[in-house]
């Protein structure tokens, strides 16, 4: 009967009340609610507050990033979907649906731990564990409106389908949910973003895998970058960054590395660099070089060899390991946990980078590129160049103005943001956009990218045909699952 019960629930929404990853001796209640009558019991419920989730394979494919490779023995039916935009009803792993269930699961989880502390008594003591809350709702609603609901837009947010926000745990069957507004849920991101920093602590024995104050900022960051507002992203990512360049991502250090010391190292919670990380449900690790989508040689030669794209004339430090059907960069590693080891069953699980200094970096950069004051833009350009490029040398390797524009010169649409910009402005964001690629390639932010500016995408197949994604094609929103769908959602139109 429990199993049943999980599995309606997961039909309506993927909201669901079981609390895997906490201890036995969390018990349910009759009606599916779990007992949760201590701080400790809370904090072990906010652990599993964090999608479950791999984003990672559907967005990178849905990029530009990536190529046909031609390699039609490697094909995986979700894989072509993604390349083709087109819409996959399988809830396996690293597919949109495993995606959206995992997020309402963590949203679940994060709402029962918020009534419990109600239940308990705020009396202030349990403050640090209602702000990593707030947070991860507030997370966990930010991917899945940026997945499936159009970019943030104050002509259009208030019509707009965003997706429910969720407020309070499932404790109903067929509760009736319907889709916020873009404008609603951003609203409601926003409450819980700023009410759970002002409360969020630091004292965790991992702090890395946990919300705390410097994740919260590079979450607020990057929230303000996707709603334009320039300087509070200025504000939230300065406050990060206000340490020396130490933190940056040094890839001189990671050329010394293995290939499989490097995997180790990427998104490991020793790495200065990464701000906060999570282990996930996945099998990304082991297709993300192996995927007939990816990083196929044209690509490569656009984005790494020969250091393509280089202000300097000189090689990048990225190391491109394979050949032309495995390109890749080695920044996951799969951990197998067995959960039956007579039986030989287990949980495949990656590790994977959610916020690290080099994009807060790369986003004050951008928003002073908005603000038009490119001599601080050029500073942090500067600030991350000197650790991706090799032989750098600080006397001569200096970005310019000109370097820039010469580099990256107007190219009429193709950026469409709602908002305007100027001649400079492109080519300085062109650049930020373009670092952002290499730095950020197989981890999915690129998508993001390519939605919130409106850059086209074409996606050529072996067999010569391509498909183009224009700046305003409505596929850029994934459809929602067919059982939210069954269940009352409103689809996005096609």
Same mark, same amino acid.
């Given at each position: 009967?429990?199993?049943?019960?999980?599995?309606?629930?997961?039909? @309506?929404?993927?909201?669901?009340?079981?609390?895997?990853?906490?201890?036995?001796?969390?018990?349910?209640?009759?009606?599916?609610?779990? @007992?949760?009558?201590?701080?400790?019991?809370?904090?072990?419920?906010?652990?599993?507050?964090?999608?479950?989730?791999?984003?990672?394979?559907?967005?990178?494919?849905?990029?530009?990033?990536?190529?046909?490779?031609?390699?039609?023995?490697?094909?995986?039916?979700?894989?072509?979907?993604?390349?083709?935009?087109?819409?996959? *009803?399988?809830?396996?792993?690293?597919?949109?649906?495993?995606?959206?269930?995992?997020?309402?699961?963590?949203?679940?989880?994060?709402?029962?731990?918020? &009534?419990?502390?109600?239940?308990?008594?705020?009396?202030? *003591?349990?403050?640090?564990?209602?702000?990593?809350?707030?947070?991860?709702?507030?997370?966990?609603?930010?991917?899945?409106?940026?997945?499936?609901?159009?970019?943030?837009?104050?002509?259009?947010?208030?019509?707009?389908?965003?997706?429910?926000?969720?407020?309070?745990?499932?404790?109903?069957?067929?509760?009736?949910?319907?889709?916020?507004?873009?404008?609603?849920?951003?609203?409601?991101?926003?409450?819980?973003? *700023?009410?759970?920093?002002?409360?969020?602590?630091?004292?965790?024995?991992?702090?890395?895998?946990?919300?705390?104050?410097?994740?919260?900022?590079?979450?607020?960051?990057?929230?303000?970058?996707?709603?334009?507002?320039?300087?509070?992203?200025?504000?939230?990512?300065?406050?990060?960054?206000?340490?020396?360049?130490?933190?940056?991502?040094?890839?001189?250090?990671?050329?010394?590395?293995?290939?499989?010391?490097?995997?180790?190292?990427?998104?490991?919670?020793?790495?200065?660099?990464?701000?906060? &990380?999570?282990?996930?449900?996945?099998?990304?690790?082991?297709?993300?070089?192996?995927?007939?989508?990816?990083?196929?040689?044209?690509?490569?030669?656009?984005?790494?060899?020969?250091?393509?794209?280089?202000?300097?004339?000189?090689?990048?430090?990225?190391?491109?390991?394979?050949? !032309?059907?495995?390109?890749?960069?080695?920044?996951?590693?799969?951990?197998?946990?067995?959960?039956n080891a007579s039986a030989g069953i287990g949980q495949p699980n990656t590790g994977i980078v959610l916020f690290s200094v080099d994009e807060l970096l790369l986003n004050r950069a951008e928003a002073y590129t908005m603000k038009k004051e490119y001599t601080n833009a050029l500073a942090d350009l500067n600030l991350f160049l000197s650790k991706k490029t090799r032989g750098y040398d600080a006397s001569t390797d200096q970005l310019t103005d000109a370097m820039v524009i010469a580099q990256y010169p107007f190219v009429d649409g193709?950026?469409?943001?709602?908002?305007?910009? !100027?001649?400079?402005?492109?080519?300085?964001?062109?650049?930020? *956009?373009?670092?952002?690629?290499?730095?950020?390639?197989?981890?999915?932010?690129?998508?993001?990218?390519?939605?919130?500016?409106?850059?086209?995408?074409?996606?050529?197949?072996?067999?010569?045909?391509?498909?183009?994604?224009?700046?305003?094609?409505?596929?850029?929103?994934?459809?929602?699952?067919?059982?939210?769908?069954?269940?009352?959602?409103?689809?996005?139109?096609?």
């Open positions: 009967m429990k199993n049943i019960f999980i599995k309606k629930i997961i039909l @309506l929404l993927g909201v669901v009340m079981l609390f895997t990853g906490c201890s036995d001796y969390l018990s349910e209640l009759p009606d599916g609610r779990t @007992l949760v009558d201590s701080p400790e019991k809370i904090s072990e419920l906010i652990t599993g507050a964090y999608p479950n989730g791999n984003f990672m394979l559907m967005a990178e494919i849905m990029s530009d990033n990536v190529n046909d490779k031609g390699v039609k023995e490697r094909t995986v039916d979700i894989e072509e979907v993604f390349y083709s935009w087109g819409v996959t *009803t399988l809830d396996i792993r690293d597919t949109p649906t495993q995606y959206w269930n995992s997020c309402y699961k963590a949203i679940s989880q994060a709402n029962q731990a918020l &009534v419990s502390i109600e239940e308990l008594g705020d009396d202030g *003591t349990l403050s640090a564990q209602k702000g990593e809350a707030l947070l991860a709702r507030a997370y966990a609603h930010f991917m899945l409106v940026n997945f499936w609901g159009k970019s943030y837009n104050p002509e259009t947010a208030n019509t707009d389908l965003g997706i429910p926000y969720v407020l309070e745990p499932e404790t109903v069957l067929l509760k009736d949910y319907k889709r916020n507004t873009v404008a609603d849920v951003y609203a409601l991101i926003e409450k819980d973003l *700023t009410e759970g920093l002002s409360l969020v602590g630091n004292s965790y024995n991992k702090p890395k895998f946990h919300f705390t104050k410097d994740a919260g900022n590079a979450f607020a960051a990057r929230f303000y970058m996707y709603k334009e507002d320039w300087d509070k992203v200025i504000s939230y990512s300065s406050k990060v960054l206000s340490v020396s360049s130490a933190k940056i991502r040094d890839l001189e250090e990671y050329n010394a590395l293995s290939y499989t010391e490097y995997r180790q190292r990427y998104a490991s919670a020793n790495e200065s660099a990464n701000i906060l &990380v999570a282990s996930v449900s996945s099998l990304y690790a082991r297709r993300f070089a192996r995927t007939r989508y990816g990083l196929e040689v044209s690509k490569a030669n656009e984005l790494f060899f020969g250091g393509a794209g280089n202000p300097f004339g000189k090689q990048w430090l990225y190391g491109v390991y394979g050949n !032309d059907e495995v390109y890749n960069i080695p920044k996951f590693l799969e951990y197998f946990r067995v959960t193709e950026f469409n943001p709602y908002y305007t910009i !100027d001649n400079t402005q492109f080519s300085y964001l062109k650049a930020v *956009t373009e670092y952002k690629r290499r730095e950020f390639y197989h981890e999915g932010l690129r998508w993001f990218d390519v939605k919130r500016l409106g850059i086209e995408v074409i996606h050529n197949f072996s067999d010569g045909s391509q498909k183009i994604l224009a700046k305003d094609d409505n596929k850029r929103q994934l459809q929602i699952p067919n059982s939210a769908i069954d269940f009352g959602l409103t689809a996005n139109p096609r």
